[in-house]
């Protein structure tokens, strides 16, 4: 397994969603600065990394329940 989904609140506190393919697996998740991530309106919230399977089809849907709506997809290689 070689992606993460990230899930986070932006500095709008809005639920944000982002599929993450690390350059180095074996160094993920573990001691990762989640400010080099290059995550969207990222502000220090804390962050929720999922294992995903590795196949590039696959996408999660991932819903906000406040808001009722499936949230847009930011794709990160690193």
Known sequence: MARWLA???DQAGKSRAAMIK???PEDFPF???EFELGL???DGEPLTLVEMPDDTEFR???VDNT???ELPMQFIDL
């Open 67 to 69: 808001d009722d709506v």
């Open 7 to 9: 899930l986070y609140v």
């Open 40 to 42: 969207d309106d990222y």
């Open 22 to 24: 690390p350059a180095k």
């Open 31 to 33: 001691g990762v600065d």
């Open 60 to 62: 999660p849907m991932v």
